[in-house]
């Protein structure tokens, strides 16, 4: 019975570490992808300005809106402009979507 309980602990412990690696990696990911599609405008960090200062610093979008509803328009394509800049119009895949969200909310300010 021991044995059973140590192994199911064990079990969990490793799927537990694997959870926490698949979400770092998804962080990691959406990092990779914020500074190759977005850092040229928005401050992608917890820190820093926007290299245009018209784009929002990505560390303050929950403050304008929930980021979850930031998943529709990066499916189907963010179009905005800041500041007289056309955006360019970007349209990711579900699992970039997830990644980019996972990043975006580590770096929130509270």
Same mark, same amino acid.
Not at 37 to 49: E, L
Not at 73 to 89: F, Q, T
């Given at each position: 019975? $021991? ?14 570490? $694997?959870?926490?690696?698949? &979400?770092?990696?998804?962080?990691? /990911?959406? $990092?990779?992808? &914020?500074?190759?599609?977005?850092? /040229? ?9 926007? =290299?245009? *200062?018209?784009? *929002? =610093?990505? $560390? #303050?979008? &929950?403050?304008?809106? =929930? ?26 895949? =579900? ?10 909310? #580590?770096?929130?300010?509270?």
């Amino acid at each position: 019975m $021991r044995l059973a309980l140590a192994f199911l602990i064990a079990m969990s412990c490793a799927a537990s570490a $694997r959870d926490a690696s698949s &979400a770092n990696d998804a962080v990691s /990911r959406g $990092r990779a992808i &914020a500074q190759a599609n977005c850092s /040229r405008c928005h401050a992608i960090g917890a820190k820093g300005d926007s =290299p245009n *200062p018209a784009s *929002p =610093p990505f $560390r #303050t979008l &929950a403050g304008k809106y =929930p980021l979850e509803n930031l998943e529709e328009a990066l499916a189907e394509g963010i179009v905005v402009g800041h500041g007289g800049l056309d955006m360019p119009r970007f349209q990711f895949s =579900p699992a970039q979507i997830d990644a980019l969200l996972a990043y975006l909310a #580590t770096i929130q300010k509270k």
